[in-house]
């Protein structure tokens, strides 16, 4: 994956982005939330996720305390010296890491913590939820994360030019 590229094209992309963004806010929220799913599954079958990693890369999952309480067992550590030694609350008093790229991204794009990862990872990019309507903001912003995101952004400009 041509990370370069990519965030070339994406923030090329943005403001066509941002314009489709105000046509999908009028398209019907069973449609939409169809729509995006399916175009989530058919990236999926062709984006490999291993090759990229630039959400790993590029930025922080919110954590929740039930994360961070799983995560501080699987390193044999008290919840207090995770956050201490991982996370710091951002602008909106959440908790992130402290820095990027993800400390449990391994040199091959694996996750050290895969089965045990935060449940904001395990949506990632989120474009297969229920009540599209209520992220269709994250999910402009993830096209600039995400090349799948991109994709999809692509393509329903493609379709809304009809």
């Given at each position: 994956?041509?990370?370069?590229?990519?965030?070339?094209?994406?923030?090329?992309?943005?403001?066509?982005?941002?314009?489709?963004?105000?046509?999908?806010?009028?398209?019907?929220?069973?449609?939409?939330?169809?729509?995006?799913?399916?175009?989530?599954?058919?990236?999926?079958r062709k984006i490999n996720?291993?090759?990229?990693?630039?959400?790993?890369?590029?930025?922080?999952?919110?954590?929740?305390?039930?994360?961070?309480?799983?995560?501080?067992?699987?390193?044999?550590?008290?919840?207090?010296?995770?956050?201490?030694?991982?996370?710091?609350?951002?602008?909106?008093?959440?908790?992130?890491?402290?820095?990027?790229?993800?400390?449990?991204?391994?040199?091959?794009?694996?996750?050290?913590?895969?089965?045990?990862?935060?449940?904001?990872?395990?949506?990632?990019?989120?474009?297969?939820?229920?009540?599209?309507?209520?992220?269709?903001?994250?999910?402009?912003?993830?096209?600039?994360?995400?090349?799948?995101?991109?994709?999809?952004?692509?393509?329903?400009?493609?379709d809304f030019r009809k």
């Amino acid at each position: 994956m041509d990370l370069e590229n990519f965030k070339y094209q994406s923030n090329t992309e943005y403001n066509n982005h941002k314009k489709l963004l105000a046509k999908l806010k009028r398209v019907k929220t069973k449609n939409l939330d169809q729509s995006f799913s399916d175009a989530h599954d058919e990236k999926f079958r062709k984006i490999n996720c291993l090759e990229c990693a630039n959400c790993c890369k590029t930025t922080s999952p919110i954590f929740i305390q039930t994360d961070i309480d799983r995560l501080s067992k699987v390193f044999g550590m008290k919840p207090s010296a995770f956050v201490k030694q991982y996370l710091h609350r951002d602008e909106d008093g959440d908790y992130v890491f402290k820095s990027v790229p993800c400390p449990f991204l391994n040199d091959d794009n694996t996750c050290l913590v895969y089965e045990e990862r935060p449940k904001a990872c395990k949506e990632y990019p989120h474009t297969n939820r229920k009540n599209m309507h209520g992220i269709l903001n994250l999910t402009l912003q993830n096209t600039l994360v995400c090349p799948a995101v991109f994709e999809i952004f692509q393509d329903f400009g493609k379709d809304f030019r009809k």
